[in-house]
Each structure stands twice: as structure tokens, then as C-alpha cells.
């Protein structure tokens, strides 16, 4: 049986609370050799108006970046109606299993926004079992010390950005839009994971959450 899996990357508005929203969505189906049978990035046409998130860098430069993504045609606006049947579309296609980076966010911030990801009962974080893998090697803190990838409290980042140019150090830095940091790197992780070698139980394993965490939770 042919195993697949849905990585979902989100770039989200800034509101100083928890009801932030997806303004930015991209998902891709691969199977566990990396290769693409399906994705989705689009702007939120509820939501993209508002200011994103100021981790993103200088408004003015956030939307000059994705005015040049719709200018060359890799970005479009859709209703969180057209994302949830697309979603519902890949769900019935591919049955896949739901990763994201920092899933607990992701989940969240779509929860925020009406997109429905609890359809995808099988789940995990690709940022926790990167850290129970790949992070915990010493090849991976060599490269970070050579690199000086730390965290502000001087732990080694475990950040996608890092760990994907672990990977593949030809990799440039990542945009931080959401298609192309689940396709261009996220990706790149799960290819690594899978092929550790790990089997597909293993890899859930190493990325469960708690049972109380919010996005281990189906709340529709």
C-alpha cells in the first residue's frame, strides 16, 4: 500500500492574541520518496488583507514579496471554502498523513481561520520528531556551532530552516511563504526522516504530542 503525507505550512496575521489567522496556506501531498502529486498555495481572501505576522519582516516588504508571487502567477486569493474542499478532495484521493513544522500552531491558526485539517486523524509534529532525530546527533550540533545556529538563550536551533540546510547545504534561506517552505524545505525533512531508515510507525512515534495537546485533539 502506497503511504502519502500532507505537509502544511501557514503565514498568519498579528493581533497580540491567540485568535491570529491563516493569511497565507500551503500544502503539498508527497509520498515517501518525495515525490509531488499535489499542493495548494493561496492567499486567504478573508484573511490576507490584514497585516501579517511581525516576524515576517517590514509590512511594506511582506506585501511587495507577495505581490511578486501573484505577478508571476504562484499565488492566487481563495475562500476558506475552496481550501477546505480541496482539503477534502486530497483527504479522499490520498487518505494522507497530517504533518506540519510546528503542527500545534499550524492546527491552531487554522482552527482561527474555519480550515478544516481534523479531518486527518493521523497526524504528527515533524518539528518534534526532527528534534528526537535528527537534532540529537553530533553531526547536527557540529553543524550548528559551525554555523552559529542558536537559539537567543544559546541552545542549537532546531528551527526548519536549520535543520533543512543540514540536510542540503545549497539550500538558500528560506522565504518564509508558506508553499514553498513546506515544499522546498519541510519536505527535505521528511525525506530525510523516512529514510533514516524509520519506518512510518516510528516516524508518528517520534512526533506525537501530548494526548492533551490541542492539536492531538479533533474539535469538529
Not at 500500500?1 to 491567540?18: A, P
Not at 492567499?43 to 511578486?68: S, T
Not at 486569493?77 to 477534502?88: K, Q, V, Y
Not at 537567543?152 to 547545504?169: H, N, Q, Y
Amino acid at each position: 500500500m502506497k503511504h502519502y503525507y500532507l505537509i502544511v505550512d501557514t503565514e498568519t496575521t498579528y493581533t497580540r492574541n491567540e485568535q491570529d489567522t491563516v493569511a497565507d496556506f500551503g500544502a503539498i501531498i508527497v509520498d515517501r520518496d518525495n515525490n509531488f502529486y499535489d499542493y495548494l498555495g493561496v492567499l486567504v481572501a478573508e484573511e490576507a488583507c490584514k497585516n501579517f505576522h511581525f516576524a515576517l519582516g517590514n509590512q511594506k516588504e511582506i506585501q511587495k514579496k507577495y505581490r511578486n508571487l501573484v505577478a508571476a502567477g504562484k499565488r492566487t486569493t481563495e475562500s476558506i471554502s475552496f481550501i477546505n474542499d480541496w482539503l477534502g478532495m486530497v483527504h479522499a484521493k490520498y487518505s494522507p498523513v497530517l504533518t506540519a513544522y510546528n503542527i500545534g500552531f499550524d492546527m491552531g491558526k487554522c482552527r482561527n481561520t474555519g480550515i478544516y485539517l481534523d479531518l486527518f486523524t493521523q497526524r504528527f509534529c515533524l518539528w518534534g520528531a526532527s528534534k528526537a532525530s535528527i537534532c540529537i546527533t553530533p553531526e547536527y550540533a557540529e553543524f550548528c556551532n559551525e554555523n552559529m545556529l542558536y537559539t537567543p538563550s544559546g541552545r542549537l536551533s532546531t528551527k526548519a530552516e536549520s535543520v533543512s540546510m543540514f540536510i542540503d547545504p545549497t539550500l538558500p534561506p528560506e522565504p518564509h511563504t508558506a508553499l514553498e517552505d513546506a515544499r522546498d524545505y519541510e519536505s527535505i525533512i521528511l525525506h530525510n526522516l523516512i529514510h533514516s531508515p524509520a519506518s512510518r510507525a516510528k516516524i508518528l512515534e517520534l512526533g506525537k504530542g501530548s494526548p492533551t495537546a490541542k492539536w492531538m485533539q479533533n474539535y469538529f
